[in-house]
Structure formats: structure tokens, C-alpha cells
């Protein structure tokens, strides 16, 4: 089971960098993708430490 939640932690990691890259891009409908996707990202995250 360790090893679903490590996979699932890199591509969370991942993930968050794809966001972090669109927020620092100057187009406002990619920052408020990158917002959305880190809100996104978190829920998951607390679904999964829940479990």
C-alpha cells in the first residue's frame, strides 16, 4: 500500500509544479487554471490522509 501512496505523492508533486508554472504565466485565464488546480490538488490530498 506504501507504494500507491508514494506513486500518488509524485504525481501529486508533479502535478503542483504544472500549477506553479501556470500561475507565473502572464495570461489570466492559465493563473486561474494554476489557482483552481492547486485547490484542486489540496482536496485530494486531505481525501487521502483522511483514508
Same mark, same amino acid.
Not at 504544472?18 to 490530498?45: F, H, M, T, V
Given at each position: 500500500? +506504501?507504494?500507491? +501512496?508514494?506513486? +500518488?505523492?509524485?504525481? @501529486?508533486?508533479?502535478?503542483? $509544479? @504544472?500549477?506553479?508554472?501556470? =500561475? @507565473? =504565466?502572464?495570461?489570466?485565464? +492559465?493563473?486561474?487554471? $494554476?489557482?483552481?488546480? *492547486? !485547490? =484542486?490538488?489540496?482536496? =485530494?490530498? *486531505?481525501?487521502?490522509?483522511? !483514508?
Amino acid at each position: 500500500m +506504501a507504494d500507491k +501512496a508514494d506513486s +500518488a505523492h509524485v504525481v @501529486i508533486n508533479e502535478i503542483y $509544479g @504544472i500549477a506553479s508554472e501556470l =500561475l @507565473i =504565466l502572464p495570461d489570466k485565464a +492559465a493563473q486561474e487554471c $494554476g489557482k483552481q488546480l *492547486r !485547490k =484542486l490538488l489540496e482536496q =485530494l490530498e *486531505r481525501e487521502i490522509t483522511q !483514508k
